[in-house]
Nanobody, 115 residues
């Protein structure tokens, strides 16, 4: 059974930092691509960052240089370190696991960047 549980969201001032965590359960985690996406009301879910099983990463242009995705395969964890946060980063952030051609999603965690 595949399950993803995000944590680490909250309210932060512009310029601040947050670290999101995603705990995964299920097999073949270490060889699977993982990702973080975000969504705001009325908009489509958008890619933030992805990481392959081998550790190759990809970022949306809007977060390059500010966000870092990483993973800990033995612990089945994926992280998103977010620095220099901006109000436009406010969204619900979702963890994604592309496993055997099927996308699995967590419940999401709210990130609000506001003074």
């Amino acid at each position: 059974q595949v399950q993803l549980v995000e944590s680490g969201g909250g309210l932060v001032q512009p310029g601040g930092s947050l670290r999101l965590s995603c705990a995964a359960s299920g097999s073949i985690f270490s060889v699977s691509a993982m990702g973080w996406y975000r969504q705001t009301p009325g908009k489509q879910r958008e890619l933030v960052a992805t990481i392959t099983g081998g550790g190759s990463t990809n970022y949306a242009d809007s977060v390059k240089g500010r966000f870092t995705i990483s993973r800990d395969n033995p612990k089945k964890m994926v992280y998103l370190q977010m620095n220099s946060l901006k109000p436009e980063d406010t969204a619900v952030y979702y963890c994604n696991w592309r496993r055997l051609g099927t996308d699995y999603w967590g419940q999401g965690t709210q990130v609000t960047v506001s003074s």
